[in-house]
């Protein structure tokens, strides 16, 4: 392929910052500052901050917009449904593709530049037709960044290093849902978009600073690069580990807000009123759950380098799995409050260290974006399969009166301390 593209549409000579030669051999071991690793976790703080406003207001009320009422929730279930298997299959094939190239930069610039573009049609979109469009638009440019763009802990972090590096990310993740939060509840949905689109540029441009490339090509056909870290008992166990933990996590969010309307129904605390509607009693929980992982990356991040990536990963997954029984037990919004800020610092904990703990077992590296992009079908299948389990709720409910929720909770509960004791086993990790 010729060089071409790499300034492309103007042909001229590439800054050397934007697309510097693919350097050879190993990147050497180096100690790197809060800046580097900041500017390394930018473009998951834009994706995170754009996520949490497309999925949350933003598709949701253009749906509403350009639906007829009775149509609105089957065709934004029809929506999440279709960038749900997109979430599924984009990330690893896109790594594959980075791979193959010995390419990281491109990609994250391309992926960069068409989701700015999407997220810009989203919020114009005159049909459902074209928000249809839109939608499919920004999944594909988002998988085309994001499966190379995860590859760079792996790619560019020493092994001593990597938790610290996750830590980062980890901030940056609950930052982004932190501020689009804020966002969503302060601006119109245009100027969410547009705001969106402007940090996610800005991050990818961060991002880009510290970015290398890597030359050789891989030679793995497709289907022997995506079916070879299922062989590896070490990747497996990360997988469910995260898999369950997720599942965890997302049975116990999903319907939340129906357990304080059916069950706490009044929100107080020290006697005053804090939310009259369940949707503001759930987004300041949200908000406290994210303020205590914001808190607790950092600095279990660097535990993690100095004792092990296992022990921090017993500490969140036990911390999350027995704070379960309590929201059981006292179904009070002012425990609740309590509770949210340590389920928040646990999950803080546990963010801290999944990246590091999955780039310490990848076996080769010249397919970290492919064996990445797989590890991070993790997060979006627990959602898919937490989102089923809403029938079943409602007829454990019908039973008797929050048995279903004393079933989520525990099942969840369990899924948090499976998943942290699933590392155990693990050999190319402390």
């Known amino acids: 392929m010729g060089a071409w593209w790499r300034c492309f549409p103007t042909g001229a000579p590439c800054p050397s910052w934007w697309f510097p030669r693919p350097r050879s051999g190993k990147v050497r071991p180096m100690r790197h500052g809060p800046g580097w690793y900041l500017s390394l976790s930018a473009y998951w703080f834009a994706t995170s901050f754009k996520w949490f406003l497309v999925l949350l207001v933003i598709l949701p009320a253009k749906v509403a917009e350009l639906s007829p009422p009775e149509e609105k929730a089957s065709r934004l279930g ?12 984009g990330p690893p094939i896109m790594g594959y593709f980075s791979d193959r190239l010995g390419r990281r930069r491109p990609f994250l610039l391309a992926g960069s530049l068409l989701t700015a573009i999407a997220l810009l049609l989203l919020a114009h979109a005159p049909s459902y037709l ?65 705001l969106a689109a402007f940090l996610n540029l800005l991050g990818a441009g961060l991002s880009l600073r510290v970015t290398l490339d890597r030359s050789g090509v891989h030679p793995r056909p497709f289907l022997t690069a995506m079916a070879g870290p299922w062989r590896d008992r070490d990747f497996l166990l990360v997988y469910l580990t995260r898999f369950l933990v997720m599942l965890g996590f997302y049975l116990a969010q999903t319907y939340l807000q129906y357990y304080l309307a059916d069950v706490v129904r009044v929100f107080q605390a020290l006697g005053r009123t804090l939310a009259k509607e369940p949707f503001q009693a759930v987004a300041l929980l949200g908000l406290l759950i994210s303020l205590g ?75 970290h974006a492919t064996d990445m992009g797989l590890w991070q079908t993790a997060i979006v299948v627990p959602q898919v399969l937490a989102g089923a389990f809403g029938r079943p709720l409602d007829l454990l409910n019908a039973r008797g009166e929050g048995f279903g929720y004393l079933v989520l909770f525990v099942l969840a509960g369990v899924f948090f301390l499976l998943g942290a004791f699933l590392v155990a086993p693990i050999r190319r990790a402390r």
């Open 130 to 194: 074209w928000l249809l469009v839109a939608y499919l638009l920004l999944q594909v440019a988002d998988d085309l960044a994001t499966g190379p763009y995860s590859a760079l802990i792996p790619d560019l972090v020493p092994r001593k290093e990597r938790g610290i590096a996750s830590g980062y990310m980890g901030v940056l993740q609950v930052s982004g849902q932190i501020l689009g939060g804020a966002v969503g509840f302060l601006f119109p949905l245009a100027f969410q978009a547009y």
């Open 293 to 367: 992982a914001a808190l607790a990356s950092l600095p279990a991040g660097r535990a993690s380098d100095r004792l092990g990536r296992k022990p921090l990963i017993y500490l969140s997954g036990a911390g999350l799995g027995l704070l379960m029984p309590f929201i059981l037990l006292f179904p009070r919004y002012d425990a609740m409050l309590f509770l949210a800020l340590f389920f928040g610092l646990f999950y803080g904990v546990y963010l801290a260290v999944d990246w590091a703990l999955v780039a310490d077992v990848l076996r080769d590296p010249k397919a």
């Open 78 to 89: 029809f929506l999440f449904g279709l960038g749900a298997v997109m979430a599924i299959l």
